[in-house]
């Protein structure tokens, strides 16, 4: 019998570097490498995600058919040096240290992915296995052909590719043809994380912040930002003014005269945040929503496609996503989980196998992402060998203690690291690395952000909920499984506010209580939700409805499980340093619980300043 078709896909060499094995089109691994390094965004060569890829599959790097990379360098250089011969010569101080770079590293970036190849495979034919995907190509590739449509159209945003900021593409079969873009500069995405800069947050991190921070302020500033940033036309395409922005001149987002068109410089990252920070949020989020729902109006429109897929890093932003559900031009949307860069590997795979090989395309009746559950898994042999090296006390329970003991502390207000099965691929952390706490506590949202993510009090957590309950608890009935889209909180659910309450401004928002579910529920009654269903994740939904079982509620409240600053945890070892970092109660992990009350207390870390700033 004829072997299956193998393809490795490559991200690598700006932020979030990671790799994906396909086997017959199926996916069988992927993951970022900065969950293995430690090192948040990590963009070097993702060594030690291509070792587990191979590893999960049993093969070398011999057995494979395909290295696909996620974009083409050649044209990205050509963008760098058309870009200063536009400006020059403002830019040239930007030029200059960037130059070097380029020459060393991207220019002879085949010579270098030959090179790392050989590594694996001293016998690597890159002339014949060696293959580049275009960078949206990737991303809109990453959407589709997981997806469960048959027909789609794709729609791709984010800062720049080689050229294209923002994409259009159309969908059949195994077929995938871009029919129109926006070239760089004009981006989206570059435009949000010129507010992510001047609001004081890391680009290409904090944008998450600047959407959580955007309820607690008001659009005061979107007249201004449409009267001079961007020229928005009704159909959604848009150009930027360049003369407020230094992306492609200099070494910042933003100059003085976008200073002196919003009255002050960008905020030191350390101050506190005021209202004027947060109504900036507020207005540049709704440019966003505004930019995306005038899009995807137009293409509806135009193309009559009835199924929208998405990606690229303005994917991530779920409160547009979901207007986009809620305005029904589209039947059905479908968000690739890993959107951003590190998706661009699984793209690269996905293209090489359907578009460069022309291999047949098999549509799963819910996705082909296996609830992004892509990463490494661990046995209960390897837990307890691990944890007792690592000197934790740990207790094996069963299958029905882990729930049951679990699910009653959770009910009590505890604080719970749960970690079960294969990692997720992505940003989110969707069952499987998570931190748990109770929805219906006012205090949960407060204590797991300063107490165990060690971040902004103001930043919210999702709510992971029985797929079959979601209607009733939410505004919105639809699969919602990467937690990518937002609804409100079901008018049911909700508790009327107090005139006073009504009229706090700012961060006063955040103590009250607007729900059943106040640690999931933003400010705006808004919850960033995530469906869990029994067939995609039988585990965590048994723990759910254990946890109904006890409250009566099917929600609770998940986050990543990690620290500010920190890669999501990977292996047992990372779960216990971050258990013993944190002022976790308990942890889960396989079938084992530990207590932090029975934890040798020598072995506690001071997590608190472990990271930097995210």
């Known amino acids: 019998m004829t072997a299956p078709l193998r393809v490795l896909g490559l991200s690598a060499f700006y932020h979030d570097s990671a790799a994906a094995l396909l086997e017959g089109g199926s996916i069988a691994a992927a993951a970022q490498e900065e969950r293995f390094t430690r090192k948040k965004h990590d963009s070097s060569f993702p060594e030690k995600a291509v070792s587990y890829c191979l590893d999960q599959a049993g093969i070398t790097l011999g057995d494979v058919d395909l290295v696909a990379f996620y974009d083409k360098p050649f044209l990205k250089f050509e963008r760098l040096l058309e870009t200063y011969l536009t400006f020059a010569p403002r830019g040239f101080q930007s030029f200059r240290i960037a130059m070097p770079v380029w020459l060393r590293e991207k220019l002879f970036q085949k010579d270098m992915l030959r090179r790392r190849c050989q590594q694996y495979d001293p016998e690597f034919d890159w002339r014949t296995k060696l293959v580049f995907a275009e960078h949206h190509q990737s991303h809109a590739a990453s959407a589709f052909f997981p997806s469960p449509f048959e027909e789609a159209l794709v729609l791709t945003m984010d800062g720049v590719g080689e050229w294209a900021t923002t994409s259009v593409a159309l969908g059949r079969g195994n077929d995938l043809s871009v029919i129109k873009e926006i070239h760089f500069p004009h981006s989206l995405g570059l435009l949000y994380s010129a507010f992510t800069y001047y609001t004081g947050f890391r680009v290409n991190s904090g944008e998450y912040k600047v959407m ?3 309820p607690y302020g008001e659009p005061k500033y979107a007249q201004l930002i449409l009267d001079n940033l961007i020229d928005l036309k009704n159909d959604g395409t848009f150009r930027l003014d360049q003369s407020y922005f230094d992306y492609c001149t200099g070494l910042r987002m933003t100059n003085a005269k976008f200073d002196e068109l919003f009255g002050a410089p960008p905020r030191d ?31 509806a429109k135009e193309t009559g496609a009835r199924n929208l897929c998405l990606a690229g890093g303005v994917a991530l932003n779920c409160v547009a996503n979901g207007k986009v559900l809620k305005d029904g031009r589209f039947d059905q949307i479908w968000i690739q989980p890993a959107a951003g860069d590190a998706g661009g590997s699984l793209g690269a795979a996905l293209c090489a196998h359907h578009l460069f090989k022309s291999e047949p395309r098999f549509v799963n009746s819910s996705d082909a992402m296996h609830g992004a559950y892509l990463g490494p898994a661990f046995s209960n042999q390897e837990i307890e060998r691990r944890l007792t090296a690592a000197g934790a006390k740990l207790e094996a329970v069963d299958d029905v ?3 049951e003991r679990t699910a009653d502390a959770l009910a009590e207000g505890k604080a719970i690291g749960w970690f079960q099965g294969r990692m997720e691929f992505g940003p989110r952390a969707l069952g499987n690395r998570s931190v748990l706490g109770d929805p219906r506590s006012p205090e949960m949202q407060k204590t797991l952000n300063l107490k165990i993510k060690y971040r902004e009090s103001f930043r919210p957590f999702a709510p992971s909920v029985r797929r079959e309950d979601a209607a009733e608890w939410f505004d919105m009935d639809a699969e919602s499984p990467y937690m990518l889209i937002v609804a409100d909180v079901a008018e049911s659910k909700r508790r009327q506010m107090t005139a006073e309450e009504k009229a706090l401004f700012g961060i006063d928002k955040l103590n009250v209580v607007r729900s059943e579910i106040p640690a999931v529920t933003h400010v705006d009654y808004s919850a960033r939700v995530q469906t869990v269903s029994e067939k995609v994740n039988p585990k965590y939904f048994e723990l759910l409805t254990a946890f109904k079982e006890r409250t009566g509620c099917p929600v609770l409240a998940n986050t990543s499980f990690n620290v500010r600053g920190e890669p999501i945890v990977c292996t047992p070892e990372d779960a216990f340093r971050c258990f013993m970092g944190t002022e976790l109660d308990i942890l889960s992990i396989g079938n084992f619980i530990l207590t932090k009350a029975d934890q040798v207390s020598g072995l506690k870390l001071n997590y608190e300043e472990a990271f930097e700033l995210d």
């Open 401 to 403: 203690q882990l729930i």
């Open 269 to 299: 990252p350390e101050s506190l945040l005021d209202q004027r920070d947060m109504d900036m949020a507020a207005s540049v989020q709704a440019v966003t929503e505004e930019v995306v729902l005038r899009l995807t109006r137009s293409l």
């Open 212 to 214: 959580g921070l955007a």
